[in-house]
């Protein structure tokens, strides 16, 4: 479903950064036991392959945040039925929210996707995928619940002067402009809080990093 979000009927500058900004939600339904299970399995996998890096501003550099830089989730070797069914999911839900802005060419879409995993008493700190001096380049980013439990994710409006609390429910997929900051509140579940994270770039030039493409972490999105 896609909203959009408004904060009042001001007469706006045409020259001006207009604050209001749109949301789409849609949710799946899954077994996020066993999900919970392969994503915490490939964890240890992928934080033994790569190093601490960047990450991106979530204040998380040695997890699996901080190694997103290394891989694609869309392009594990083995993915499990769960990530498969999350995978289709995310196409799906891509393809709907496009049309819904009457964008038909698909045909050169690419996509960075990762995952986060957080423990007792850890966060994701506020950030946004693009500044908005890249403003102009933004297009999309997602968010999917694998396994959460009293969590919300926060996003705040361009003007910073509003916040849209979303919360966290299980198989629930989240798409938002990439400029937009985000981040979520303290985890105090017991189990581990799982979700997925991607950007999503409307041609290849767009998508900045060489070595991103060349390392594959950025690959074509087909629809």
């Given at each position: ?18 604050k209001?900004y749109?949301?789409w ?10 999900a919970t ?7 240890k ?20 945040t ?20 999350i ?10 929210l ?20 957080l ?18 380049k933004?297009?999309v ?18 003007g ?21 900051k ?13 979700t997925?994270?991607?950007?999503i770039?409307?041609?290849k ?18 629809l």
């Amino acid at each position: 479903m896609l909203q959009r979000i408004k904060y009042g009927s001001e007469l706006i500058s045409p020259l001006g950064l207009n604050k209001d900004y749109w949301f789409w939600k849609s949710k799946l339904i899954f077994d996020h036991k066993k999900a919970t299970k392969f994503f915490l399995k490939t964890e240890k996998q992928l934080k033994k392959k790569y190093p601490p890096g960047y990450d991106g501003g979530t204040n998380l550099d040695d997890s699996i945040t901080g190694r997103y830089t290394f891989f694609n989730l869309f392009s594990l070797p083995k993915p499990s039925k769960e990530l498969t069914l999350i995978k289709n999911f995310i196409k799906s839900n891509v393809k709907q929210l496009l049309l819904k802005f009457n964008i038909t060419d698909l045909s050169d879409l690419w996509i960075m996707c990762w995952y986060n995993v957080l423990r007792k008493g850890e966060c994701i700190s506020e950030h946004s995928h693009f500044n908005l001096g890249n403003g102009h380049k933004s297009f999309v980013s997602g968010h999917f619940c694998v396994n959460c439990s009293n969590t919300s994710t926060f996003y705040r409006d361009i003007g910073e002067t509003h916040i849209l609390k979303v919360k966290n429910e299980i198989g629930q997929l989240s798409f938002f402009p990439s400029f937009i900051k985000h981040y979520s509140d303290k985890h105090e579940g017991e189990q581990p809080r799982i979700t997925i994270a991607c950007d999503i770039y409307f041609k290849k030039e767009l998508t900045g990093s060489k070595k991103f493409l060349e390392n594959k972490t950025v690959i074509p999105l087909k629809l």
